[in-house]
């Protein structure tokens, strides 16, 4: 066992056997030499009392001490010094550098919290030097030690640099009369207790990755080993490199800056980056604390930066995330989406996505054994889940046990829905999806290409994984399409359709709350919005596209040009994202023929012909709803759409309910009177008159 201070002890130490027993062993020792340094400590000052007294012409004081006896002391303590591994007052010198005269007076000052008898015998000296306080200060250390240095108190010194020592300096007093203290972790330390610093709690956050029943998948595996090597490169005097880890998955980054951690023998710690201070002073505390922590700790430190937006600092200073990592000398992960530059210290960036298709498709049949032959591939190649994610919910699915309910391939999907929903439902409108391919009434054409979309997106993983596409192309894997036609004509309809056809969630796009004025903010929402839905593939619907994607104007001032950049930025999206978006126009002539081009799908939703029409009166009443004859070929001559439609059944359902009656014709053609008021068309009244007849 090199250090016995290697690990971190105390409140929550777990160490195999054998480190157990070296470590009981040298806390033994430590105690030994702690036990013949406070020895040689007590008849050192027991000795000068005498000495002092003696010089001061008030007669000795018979200690029965004398310098023989302070000199066999000295030399116990010595070769208890000379104890493999050191003990902790040599390890804590060495690390911060402290001269002989410094060590001294540390022990002198954590002998007061080590030793009762210590505090009446420094007392008494006190009082015989003429001190008021009974605590040590500078001037007994002067007196006490040999080779006495002015400069041990200096600022830049170790004993105040970290804060090793506790000043009580009231008003004017000198520096060297004032009460010096121990600092509470350092007396925890030198008796061989190592764990960080109390007043760290309130900034650090556990990071609670747990135990995998797996290792890494060889794609992050690989950056884990990148990162080992690199770091294991840095030469030993100089500051490692801060590791930027890039990305919208936090779990994945965290589970490779453990795994690094740990091949570095080193324990991991988070902050989030929004806990640091913004008071230059408060930081510099807390930069100087946690420095002083990957000295005495084999520690690193995970700075999350995932969400924080970084607030603007006061003019002439420094971000505080830079300012925290040029007084750190420890290393660093940053976890931030993107690279940041200007961090006041070395960076080196490492992309982590989540397993690939094919290692996620390995851990689903890992973990779910032969439970479900044919979901590792169906939950692959739709949803994109890191490990922790994948074992979680088979473990769960599994537990839940067959029962009465429903079959452990539809629990483990559902289960995937359920996890992949709440990173989207904040951002988009989650429509329940009800509408079945019997429901919706278009042209043979049309539907036969809402057929082809959801086979598309059931069967790509097999055509790009397996059958080699993805290697012949670098963009396009997202499946896209347009669907155009006036209102009511059933887009939206379709995009239920085929979610439920899919057993996807279908979510409504708000562009009024995607696009911004302010430059650049546009694209942070689109960007927010596909990386939610990335992980469950969900169905993306852009309603009222065209007040997006309307023709790319001409560059005339600096908005047109970022209005242009924001649309691309749309389109590169698009085609990236590996599940299906669907925009919704009803100005097909508005939108740029450039832009048509790189969309799969076009699907003109044509306003319903009669023969149309009369099939979506006949479906439109559920089969519970009392209705009395309705003559469907004579309310299919109505020039409505689908939409329309359904606003007159459903006010016709409610006029019969009222009445208590069942609907009737002249309900509904009173409900059709309001339809048309209310679209503002013209009625011919001799249309309804033949209706009623």
Not at 122 to 132: P, S
Not at 418 to 434: G, I
Request: glycine share 6%.
């Amino acid at each position: 066992m090199k250090n016995p201070l290697a690990f971190r002890q105390g409140r929550t130490s777990k160490y195999p056997a054998n480190q157990m027993d070296n470590l009981t062993h040298w806390q033994q020792h430590n105690q030994q030499y702690l036990a013949a340094a406070l020895t040689w400590l007590r008849l050192r000052l027991l000795h000068g009392l005498a000495s002092w007294t003696s010089r001061s012409g008030g007669g000795a004081i018979a200690s029965g001490i004398n310098e023989s006896e302070v000199n066999q002391a000295a030399a116990a303590m010595a070769q208890a010094e000379k104890m493999e591994p050191p003990p902790a007052l040599v390890i804590l010198g060495k690390r911060l550098g402290l001269s002989r005269f410094e060590q001294n007076l540390l022990l002198l000052c954590a002998a007061m919290e080590l030793d009762l008898d210590m505090i009446a015998l420094c007392t008494q000296v006190q009082q015989q030097l003429g001190h008021l306080q009974g605590n040590p200060n500078f001037g007994l250390a002067l007196r006490l030690f040999d080779e006495p240095a002015w400069d041990a108190l200096s600022s830049e010194r170790p004993l105040r640099y970290w804060q090793l020592l506790e000043i009580n300096q009231p008003g004017a007093q000198p520096l060297i009369a004032s009460a010096l203290r121990a600092d509470e972790r350092i007396v925890n330390y030198l008796k061989g207790l190592n764990y960080p610093d109390d007043r760290l709690e309130s900034f650090l956050i556990p990071l609670e990755v747990g135990s995998l029943p797996t290792e890494l998948p060889p794609s992050q595996q690989t950056t884990v080993e990148a990162i080992v090597r690199c770091l294991q490169g840095t030469a030993q005097n100089q500051r490692p490199p801060v590791i930027q880890l890039l990305g919208t998955d936090s779990l994945s980054k965290q589970l490779v800056a453990t795994q690094a951690s740990a091949a570095l023998g080193l324990n991991l710690y988070r902050l989030p980056v929004g806990h640091l201070p913004q008071q230059a002073s408060e930081l510099e505390t807390l930069a100087r604390l946690w420095q002083r922590e990957s000295i005495l700790l084999p520690i690193a430190l995970y700075l999350d930066a995932q969400e924080s937006e970084g607030k603007s600092p006061a003019e002439g200073q420094a971000p505080p995330l830079a300012r925290f990592l040029a007084r750190n000398t420890g290393l660093c992960f940053l976890s931030t989406r993107e690279s940041r530059s200007h961090l006041g210290r070395p960076t080196i960036a490492f992309d982590i996505a989540k397993p690939t298709t094919a290692e996620q498709k390995a851990v689903w049949a890992e973990a779910l054994g032969a439970a479900a032959p044919e979901s590792p591939t169906r939950l692959a190649g739709q949803f994109n889940l890191n490990l922790p994610e994948i074992w979680e919910i088979a473990e769960n699915s599994l537990a839940e046990g067959e029962g009465v309910g429903e079959k452990l391939p539809t629990r483990l999907w559902d289960a995937c829905l359920r996890r992949t929903c709440p990173h989207l439902d904040t951002l988009a409108q989650r429509l329940e999806v009800k509408a079945t391919w019997e429901d919706i009434v278009l042209p043979e054409k049309e539907t036969n290409l809402l057929r082809q979309i959801a086979a598309q997106v059931k069967q790509r993983s097999q055509v790009y994984q397996h059958w080699g596409f993805d290697r012949k192309m670098n963009r396009g894997f997202g499946i896209n399409a347009l669907f155009a036609g006036d209102s009511g004509t059933g887009k939206t309809m379709a995009a239920e359709v085929i979610a439920n056809d899919l057993h996807l969630n279908l979510y409504r796009i708000d562009l009024s709350a995607v696009v911004s004025k302010y430059i650049g903010e546009t694209e942070k929402n689109l960007r927010r919005l596909f990386d939610a839905a990335e992980d469950g593939g969900a169905i993306l619907f852009f309603d009222e596209a065209d007040a997006l994607f309307g023709k790319r104007s001409e560059v005339k001032d600096s908005h047109d040009r970022y209005a242009n950049i924001e649309i691309n930025y749309l389109l590169q999206r698009m085609e990236a994202y590996r599940g299906l978006a669907i925009l919704a126009t009803n100005l097909r002539s508005a939108l740029d023929r450039a832009f048509l081009r790189r969309l799969r799908f076009l699907i003109d939703f044509p306003f319903p012909g009669a023969g149309e029409r009369q099939r979506i009166w006949q479906g439109a009443f559920p089969p519970e709803t009392p209705v009395e004859e309705l003559d469907y070929e004579r309310l299919s001559r109505f020039n409505l759409t689908g939409g329309s439609i359904h606003n007159i059944v459903l006010n016709a359902a409610f006029m019969g309910a009222a009445k208590g009656t069942p609907v009737t014709m002249p309900l509904v053609l009173n409900a059709i009177r309001i339809e048309f008021d209310k679209l503002e068309r013209p009625i011919n009244e001799a249309e309804f008159y033949e209706i009623h007849d």
